[in-house]
C-alpha cells in the first residue's frame, strides 16, 4: 500500500513539474520583457547597461573605432561583457605587461574574467613558458593538454627546464615523494600537474584516494589553479579562519577560492552587523567564493531597500548569490503581495534565496484555496512542506503577523502574541488580510493606538468591517443599540472601533467565526479529494534538488 501511495506521488510529481515551471518561466519572461527601467526599494530608477560598443571599448582601452568594430562584428558575444567587467580584465592584463595593441590581435581575450587570465598566466609561468604570450594565454586549454616534449618542441618551455622538479618546487610547506615517472616528458602539462597536485594534496590534507577522485568528478576547475595560490589559499584558511583539515576536505571547492580576494574581504568587510567575517566564513565557506565586489554590492542591495544587516546573518546564503541576482529578487518581492507584506520580517532575505521555490509553493497553494502561506513554509525543507500540503491544515503559527504588527504598532512582539491569542481563530488568517485591514481602518482615519486597543478587528473581514462601519452612521442605530448618545459622531474612535467587533461577533455568538468569509468557510473539506499535481520538489530532502539516480528512476515510471 505505501508502495503504490509513493508511485501515486512520483506520478503526480511529474505533471506538476511541468505546468509549475512553465508557468513560472512564462510570468518571469513577462515581468522582464515589461520592465525597460526598474526601481529599487528607495523609488530610484536603475538604467539598464549599455552594450559594449566601438567608440566605449576605443575610448577606454585605446586603439582606434574601426579595430574594435571589426572585433565586435567577428566576435559578438564580445558584447554582453559587463562593462566593470571588461575594465577589471583589462587592467589585469596591463598588470601583466599587455598592450592594447596585443590585446586586440585576440580580442576575446577580454571576454574572460580578470581571475581566470591571471590564474592561468600564473600556471604557464610555474611550468617554465618564458615568453607567454596573448595567443598563447587565450589557448590556454589547448597549450596545457599538449605533451610537454611537444611543448618544448615548439619552444613555448626551454630544453633545459625540468617542468616537473618546477612545479613540485611550488609547494614550499610540504616535502613530495621523488617519483621518477613524472621524468617522462611525453605525457601531458595537464596530467602532470594533475599528479603532483593529487601528492600534494595527500601529505598537505591527508586525502584518500576516494577523496581525490571526487574531487576531480565534482570539482575538475581546481586542475586549472597555480600551486602557489592552492597552497596560499589553504594557509589562509588553517591559520586566519582555524578551518581544520578536515573541514577543508568537506568543502574543498575552497581549493578554486582567491587567496588575494579573501584577504580583501578580511580587509574591506571585517564585520557584518557586528560578527567577525571570519566567523561567518567559516560558518559558510560558500561565501569565500564570491568577490570582495560582489558582497559589497549585495550589502548595498539589501541595506537599499531598507532591510537591516541582521537580516544577512539570518541567512547567509544570500551572499552566495550574485548581487544582480539579489537585485532582481528584491525588486520582485514588491510585486508579489504575499511576499511585500514579510519585508519587515527578519527573515525576509530567505524569500530571496529561495524565491523560485517559495513561487512555485506560492501558486501551489493557491490552488488548494489555503491563504496562511507562512514565510516558513514557502522557505522550509521539502519535507515539513509537504507535510504541510498535504495535512490541509490553513493555519500558521502567527509569528509573521506578530513581526508585521510589532513593526507597525512599535509594541512588543511578546504582548502582540499574548492579545491575539485571545482570539481562538486567530492563526488561521493570513498576514497579507491583517496589512490589508489595518490599511483600511487607517485609511478611515482611525488611529495606530485605537487600532491596537481593538487588534482583533484586525482578523476580521474587511467587507463586514464596512458594513458595521455604515450600520452604525443610520440615524436609528444609536437607538436599536440602546446608547445614550444621539448619533455615532458622539462616540470616540475607539469606542466606534469595539462596536463594530461587538456588532461582528454577536452575529456569530462570539465564539470568534467571524473571521470567516463565506468562500473560506470550509475551504478544507475533503482536502485530500482536491489536491493538485504535487511538485516534485517537494518529495525530495536532497538539499541541492534532485538526485540524478532518482531522476532516472522517476524518467522510467
Given at each position: 500500500m505505501l508502495r503504490g501511495s509513493q508511485t501515486q506521488a512520483l506520478l503526480l510529481a511529474r505533471s506538476f513539474n511541468y505546468i509549475t515551471r512553465g508557468l513560472t518561466t512564462v510570468k518571469k519572461t513577462a515581468s522582464k520583457e515589461g520592465r525597460v527601467k526598474s526601481k529599487n526599494g528607495s523609488g530610484f530608477e536603475v538604467p539598464v547597461e549599455e552594450s559594449l560598443n566601438p567608440n566605449y571599448l576605443a575610448r577606454t582601452l585605446g586603439s582606434n573605432y574601426r579595430t574594435w568594430a571589426a572585433a565586435l562584428e567577428k566576435h559578438p558575444e564580445l558584447k554582453t561583457v559587463k562593462r566593470k567587467d571588461l575594465l577589471n580584465s583589462y587592467e589585469t592584463l596591463k598588470s601583466l605587461k599587455y598592450s592594447v595593441d596585443d590585446i586586440v590581435t585576440k580580442p576575446m581575450i577580454i571576454y574572460y574574467g580578470a581571475s581566470t587570465l591571471s590564474n592561468r598566466h600564473s600556471v604557464l609561468i610555474e611550468c617554465g613558458f618564458?615568453?607567454?604570450?596573448?595567443?598563447?594565454?587565450?589557448?590556454?586549454?589547448?597549450?596545457?593538454?599538449?605533451?610537454?616534449?611537444?611543448?618544448?618542441?615548439?619552444?613555448?618551455?626551454?630544453?633545459?627546464?625540468?617542468?616537473?622538479?618546477?612545479?613540485?618546487?611550488?609547494?614550499?610547506?610540504?616535502?613530495?615523494?621523488?617519483?621518477?615517472?613524472?621524468?617522462?616528458?611525453?605525457?601531458?602539462?595537464?596530467?602532470?600537474?594533475?599528479?603532483?597536485?593529487?601528492?600534494?594534496?595527500?601529505?598537505?590534507?591527508?586525502?584518500?584516494?576516494?577523496?581525490?577522485?571526487?574531487?576531480?568528478?565534482?570539482?575538475?576547475?581546481?586542475?586549472?589553479?597555480?600551486?602557489?595560490?592552492?597552497?596560499?589559499?589553504?594557509?589562509?584558511l588553517t591559520t586566519v579562519f582555524k578551518f581544520p583539515l578536515e573541514r577543508i576536505r568537506k568543502n574543498i571547492f575552497l581549493l578554486h577560492a582567491d587567496a588575494d580576494n579573501v584577504r580583501r574581504i578580511l580587509r574591506e568587510i571585517p564585520t557584518i552587523y557586528g560578527q567577525d567575517i571570519r566567523d561567518i566564513g567559516y560558518r559558510r565557506p560558500k561565501i569565500l567564493m564570491s568577490t570582495c565586489d560582489s558582497l559589497k554590492q549585495t550589502l548595498q542591495h539589501v541595506r537599499s531597500f531598507g532591510i537591516s544587516e541582521d537580516a544577512v546573518l539570518r541567512c547567509l546564503e544570500v551572499l552566495t548569490l550574485g548581487p544582480d541576482t539579489v537585485l532582481e529578487r528584491l525588486r520582485d518581492l514588491n510585486e508579489i503581495e504575499e511576499f511585500q507584506v514579510l519585508g519587515s520580517n527578519p527573515r525576509v532575505l530567505r524569500l530571496v534565496h529561495y524565491q523560485n521555490k517559495a513561487r512555485l509553493r506560492l501558486d501551489y497553494l493557491n490552488q488548494l484555496k489555503v491563504r496562511c502561506a507562512s514565510l516558513h513554509i514557502l522557505s522550509c525543507g521539502s519535507e515539513i512542506f509537504a507535510k504541510f500540503a498535504r495535512d490541509g491544515s490553513d493555519r500558521t503559527k502567527g509569528r509573521d503577523i506578530v513581526v508585521y504588527l510589532g513593526n507597525i504598532l512599535l509594541k512588543d512582539e511578546q504582548v502582540l502574541r499574548n492579545l491575539l491569542s485571545r482570539h481562538p481563530n486567530w492563526c488561521h488568517v493570513p498576514v497579507l488580510h491583517v496589512k490589508q485591514c489595518l490599511e483600511y481602518l487607517l485609511s478611515k482615519r482611525f488611529k495606530l493606538n485605537e487600532i491596537f486597543n481593538n487588534i482583533h478587528l484586525l482578523l476580521y473581514p474587511i467587507k463586514r468591517i464596512e458594513e458595521k462601519l455604515l450600520q452604525l452612521q443610520a440615524a436609528e442605530a444609536m437607538e436599536e443599540l440602546q446608547l445614550p448618545v444621539a448619533d455615532v459622531h458622539a462616540l470616540s474612535n475607539n469606542e466606534i472601533l469595539t462596536l463594530i467587533l461587538y456588532l461582528i461577533e454577536s452575529e456569530f455568538h462570539f465564539t470568534g467565526d467571524g473571521i470567516w468569509t463565506e468562500q473560506h468557510t470550509h475551504h478544507v473539506e475533503n482536502f485530500n479529494n482536491l489536491l493538485p499535481d504535487f511538485p516534485e520538489s517537494l518529495n525530495k530532502v536532497y538539499k541541492y534538488g534532485v538526485r540524478p539516480s532518482e531522476k532516472l528512476s522517476m524518467q522510467h515510471l
Open positions: 618564458q615568453n607567454v604570450t596573448i595567443p598563447t594565454l587565450f589557448k590556454y586549454i589547448t597549450v596545457i593538454n599538449k605533451p610537454i616534449d611537444m611543448l618544448k618542441g615548439h619552444c613555448y618551455i626551454p630544453y633545459n627546464v625540468n617542468v616537473s622538479q618546477r612545479l613540485a618546487a611550488c609547494f614550499t610547506d610540504v616535502q613530495l615523494p621523488n617519483d621518477g615517472q613524472l621524468a617522462d616528458e611525453s605525457i601531458t602539462l595537464k596530467m602532470l600537474r594533475q599528479t603532483l597536485l593529487n601528492a600534494y594534496l595527500r601529505e598537505r590534507l591527508q586525502m584518500e584516494d576516494a577523496d581525490l577522485q571526487k574531487m576531480w568528478r565534482v570539482y575538475s576547475r581546481v586542475r586549472h589553479k597555480s600551486f602557489r595560490s592552492v597552497q596560499d589559499i589553504i594557509e589562509l
